[in-house]
DNA sequence: ATGACCTGACCATCAGGA
């Protein structure tokens, strides 16, 4: 009897292995965007600055390594995509607001585990005192809202890169991002109310376990290890017990033609 | 060091990134 209910236990273990990735352009990035798929084998892979106004191509792409694709498009700038696992029952919970001006936000839910995974490229926001920082923080007050009315039905997986440097220590020299967006107490009042959805921010405080998530071009081309931490996984507590691992796959950083974000992975046992 | 690099749009150079 008691041997039929830990095989029972063991069915019910889902695995499932989440990367997030800022690509700087699905085109540009075919190569390591397979390179990570071969390797890696994520059952969810968010990307965010797919670069390219063609839904076909984003999905086809996809496809030929048996992965569904939801996808927001736009020219030249932005774009988001959730790719995943055939096998998984997905329905597409994608805010259109989020979406109004430019492509930066998709949400699929998994419906056997009850998991939102919500997918955001946030805007850069620079220049301060311009247009396109107001506009960054009224995208993260919508953002805000939309969790707001769907948190307490769902676990919640909120990823990707957030153009938002929370705390001093999230980078390797903070005094370089005073007057940068990414750093300003409006920024960071607003990435803290993400927080206090009752989410946790899965990778805080292990930069010097881990790394950095995005290096510049052009400071990275001298070997120095000048990063932020920008890209994230925030999740439900019930989701955090569950984490069996997390990475920065900084690997890609360092192979040839890469993007300037690294890959970030978590893997969950519910 | 007000630097550097990369991408798309498009063909020379600029906008945008962070």
Same mark, same amino acid.
């Given at each position: 009897?008691?041997?039929?209910?830990?095989?029972?236990?063991?069915?019910?273990?889902?695995?499932?292995?989440?990367?997030?990735?800022?690509?700087?352009?699905?085109?540009?990035?075919?190569?390591?965007?397979?390179?990570?798929?071969?390797?890696?084998?994520?059952?969810?892979?968010?990307?965010? =600055?797919?670069?390219?106004?063609?839904? =076909?191509?984003?999905?086809?792409?996809?496809?030929?390594?048996?992965?569904?694709?939801?996808?927001?498009?736009?020219?030249?700038?932005?774009?988001?995509?959730?790719?995943?696992?055939?096998?998984?029952?997905?329905?597409?919970?994608?805010?259109?607001?989020?979406?109004?001006?430019?492509?930066?936000?998709?949400?699929?839910?998994?419906?056997?585990?009850?998991?939102?995974?919500?997918?955001?490229?946030?805007?850069?926001?620079?220049?301060?005192?311009?247009?396109?920082?107001?506009?960054?923080?009224?995208?993260?007050?919508?953002?805000?809202?939309?969790?707001?009315?769907?948190?307490?039905?769902?676990?919640?997986?909120?990823?990707?890169?957030?153009?938002?440097?929370?705390?001093?220590?999230?980078?390797?020299?903070?005094?370089?991002?005073?007057?940068?967006?990414?750093?300003?107490?409006?920024?960071?009042?607003?990435?803290?109310?993400?927080?206090?959805?009752?989410?946790?921010?899965?990778?805080?405080? =292990?930069?010097?376990?881990?790394?950095?998530?995005?290096?510049?071009?052009?400071?990275?081309?001298?070997?120095?290890?000048?990063?932020?931490?920008?890209?994230?996984?925030?999740?439900?507590?019930?989701?955090?017990?569950?984490?069996?691992?997390?990475?920065?796959?900084?690997?890609?950083? =360092?192979?040839?033609?890469?993007?300037?974000?690294?890959?970030?992975?978590?893997?969950?046992?519910?």
């Amino acid at each position: 009897m008691l041997k039929i209910h830990a095989d029972a236990a063991l069915l019910l273990v889902f695995k499932v292995k989440f990367i997030s990735w800022n690509v700087n352009s699905l085109r540009a990035r075919e190569p390591l965007v397979q390179e990570i798929i071969k390797r890696e084998k994520p059952d969810i892979l968010c990307l965010q =600055e797919l670069k390219i106004d063609d839904h =076909e191509y984003v999905s086809n792409f996809f496809l030929q390594f048996n992965y569904q694709t939801i996808t927001q498009t736009q020219k030249s700038y932005n774009g988001v995509s959730i790719s995943y696992n055939q096998n998984l029952d997905v329905t597409d919970l994608t805010i259109s607001e989020l979406n109004k001006t430019q492509a930066r936000n998709n949400i699929i839910l998994l419906k056997q585990q009850g998991i939102a995974i919500i997918n955001n490229y946030f805007p850069n926001g620079n220049p301060i005192g311009t247009d396109k920082f107001t506009y960054k923080l009224e995208w993260m007050d919508e953002l805000h809202e939309s969790i707001k009315k769907i948190k307490d039905e769902y676990e919640i997986v909120l990823t990707g890169d957030f153009n938002v440097i929370p705390e001093d220590n999230d980078a390797h020299d903070i005094k370089k991002y005073k007057k940068d967006a990414l750093a300003q107490p409006e920024s960071r009042k607003r990435f803290n109310k993400l927080l206090n959805l009752d989410l946790l921010d899965v990778f805080k405080n =292990e930069i010097k376990k881990l790394s950095y998530t995005f290096f510049d071009y052009k400071t990275y081309k001298f070997g120095k290890e000048e990063g932020i931490r920008i890209d994230f996984f925030l999740v439900s507590p019930f989701l955090k017990s569950k984490i069996m691992n997390i990475k920065v796959l900084k690997e890609y950083r =360092e192979m040839e033609r890469p993007s300037d974000h690294c890959p970030i992975l978590m893997e969950l046992n519910i």
